[in-house]
């Protein structure tokens, strides 16, 4: 695939994914598939495997340690904060009563 729309960290749960992926980016004007059971890797280097980031805390909704999270600019002062990027992980979470640092 050209550069990839799809964030380097949700590879691995694209790979072998058993349902059709399709994905949209809107300002080239296409819209990309990934079959079902497709062998989906980021690319790496022999001398540079790829290894997915992770911020060095949790999840300040939910309190996650172990899920990515994505980046969000909460004010004008450049204010951030840091969030599941599964959001439905995130809101099972906090239903269950678990709840981070922000919420």
């Known amino acids: 695939m050209a550069p990839?729309?799809?964030?380097?960290?949700?590879n691995p749960k694209l790979h072998m994914m058993p349902a059709l992926?399709?994905?949209?980016?809107?300002?080239?004007?296409?819209?990309y598939a990934?079959?079902?059971?497709t062998d989906v890797r980021s690319l790496d280097f022999d001398d540079h495997p790829?290894?997915?980031g992770r911020a060095p805390h949790p999840c300040g909704l939910?309190?996650?340690g172990i899920s990515y999270l994505d980046?969000?600019?909460?004010?004008?002062?450049g204010g951030r904060l840091f969030v599941c990027s599964d959001t439905d992980y995130c809101e099972t979470r906090?239903?269950?009563?678990?709840?981070g640092a922000e919420a």
Not at 4 to 10: L, T
Not at 21 to 31: D, H, N, P, Y
């Open 4 to 10: 990839s729309p799809i964030p380097a960290f949700d």
């Open 62 to 64: 939910c309190g996650s």
């Open 94 to 99: 906090r239903a269950a009563g678990h709840v």
């Open 50 to 52: 790829f290894r997915a």
């Open 71 to 77: 980046e969000v600019v909460v004010d004008n002062k």
């Open 21 to 31: 992926q399709l994905f949209g980016a809107g300002r080239e004007k296409r819209i």
């Open 34 to 37: 990934i079959p079902p059971y």
